[in-house]
Structures are given as C-alpha cells and as structure tokens.
C-alpha cells in the first residue's frame, strides 16, 4: 500500500475502481511527466449527488459531492500511475464545475470538497492551481465535475 493510500485509509478512503467513461473518450492522457484526468463525476457507489447546487443540493452536501469527485480522481490518479499513488509528484490543477442555480454563488466553497482532499492526499503536493465555475448543466444532472492535471514520475 503506498503512502498516500495509507493517508487515505487513515481518514477512512477506501479508493473505488475507476469509472468508465460514458462517451468517446479516455479516463487519463499522459503527456510527458504530466496526466491529465478527464472530468470525474459526483457519482459514488450509493448513486453519487444529483441536481442543482442552490435548489436541489445545499452547500454542504455539494461539497460532499465535490469529495466524491476527488475521490474518483484519485482512483483515475492510481490507474495512471500502474496502482502507485506514490508516483504522483504534485497535483498541479484542478478544474471545478458546479451546476448551480441562478442565486448560487458559493462555487469556490463547493470545490473546496475536492481541493481538500488533495491537500489531505498529498500534503503539499497537493496544492494546486484552480478554476471555479458555476455551469448551468452537467452531464447526467450530477451536480459537481471535477477535472486534473498531475505530475508523476
């Protein structure tokens, strides 16, 4: 079990098998020392969070979501790195959509339940450069998707 596999089981993280992707396209893309993780959604083994931010999902429970996305992220980390999260250098971006209602605007603090996570995971490795965006739609009316890109070795 690597380092950050044992931080994980620590806070009580058991890592899923990754999710498939549901289109025409792949869950990771090495190029070079950098992974770049297709966006992962809110979806656990329970269903995962539905609906809109604001309306049908509170703050709390959509940062939740966003946790379960990091957690996704990670899974899709360990894949990409042959099943050795220990290969990961630095999270270097995360990318955070929230489908938010029209008077929702905690965005950032819904992401914080992914970028969080990382910093847990990694310690500093895990500080990244962010982007924050409330989107009107998601795929599969999840309420949160969160991309990446990492360094590895």
């Known amino acids: 079990m690597s380092q950050v596999e044992e931080r994980l089981a620590a806070l009580g993280i058991t890592l899923p098998q ?26 656990d083994a329970g269903g995962g969070v539905r609906g809109i931010v604001g309306e049908d999902v509170d703050l709390e429970a959509a ?23 220990d290969r990961v250098v630095r999270v270097v971006k995360l990318g955070g959509f929230v489908q938010s209602g029209p008077e929702f605007f905690d965005i950032p603090q819904v992401i914080n339940g992914a970028s969080d996570l990382m910093v847990a995971a990694f310690g500093d490795a895990g500080k990244h450069a962010r982007s924050a965006v409330g989107v009107y739609r998601l795929p599969l009316n999840f309420a949160v998707e969160v991309d990446a890109v990492v360094e590895v070795r």
């Open 18 to 43: 990754p999710n498939p992707p549901v289109a025409n396209y792949v869950p990771f893309v090495r190029a070079g020392n950098l992974v770049h993780i297709s966006g992962q959604v809110s979806l």
């Open 63 to 85: 940062k939740g979501a966003a946790r379960i996305c990091g957690i996704n992220l990670l899974a899709q980390m360990r894949a990409a790195c042959d099943g050795d999260l």
